[in-house]
């Protein structure tokens, strides 16, 4: 049974287990970007040499061939960009991929959890139940069986009422009298 500070661990773990993820991804970019810019420099650093060498040799082919080579730079860092999308793209993919499994197996299993804690919960209310309040509802049904015997019946109850009444109008009567005798005196 998970209470709320197991699911704040867990939430934590989670954003915890995120951030080295992040950082993993991020420190594996870094060091593509790093040695990118390492060939990328080389690169320039071998066209500058070249550049020079045609420059002394020849102004027109030089100018002909930055033209090529800006063209041939150009796609290069094109397909190189498209290469770095496509990675992003597939990393990011897998990292949503691993996180949504994470979660469906997080949700399943606290499911699980919540339907095995109910059964308990419900298990455990059934049984408090019936040790408490079946032995008291059984005394009250026999007090109550008790007193349904104690009681009096209903035709004894209406032979009574009519009694009373009886009894009422002769005490009624009976004052009459006595107060007319009374003025009488």
Request: charged share 45%.
């Amino acid at each position: 049974m998970l209470d709320e500070r197991d699911m704040q661990l867990l939430r934590a773990l989670f954003r915890e287990e995120g951030e080295r993820i992040e950082e993993r991804i991020n420190a594996r970019m870094d060091v593509r970007f790093q040695a990118q810019d390492e060939r990328i420099d080389k690169m320039f650093q071998a066209q500058d040499e070249r550049i020079d060498k045609m420059f002394q040799a020849q102004d027109e082919r030089t100018d002909k061939m930055f033209q090529a080579q800006d063209e041939r730079i150009d796609e290069l860092f094109q397909a190189q960009d498209e290469r770095i999308d496509k990675m992003f793209q597939a990393q990011d993919e897998r990292i949503d991929k691993m996180f949504q499994e994470q979660e469906e197996r997080i949700n399943s299993r606290m499911d699980k959890l919540f339907q095995e804690q109910r059964r308990s919960i419900m298990h455990d209310v059934k049984v408090l139940m019936d040790a408490e309040f079946k032995p008291q509802f059984n005394l009250l049904s026999e007090e109550l069986q008790l007193i349904r015997e104690k009681m009096i019946s209903e035709e004894r109850m209406e032979e009574a009422e009519a009694d009373i009444q009886v009894l009422k109008t002769s005490v009624r009567i009976l004052s009459e009298d006595v107060r007319a005798l009374k003025k009488a005196q």
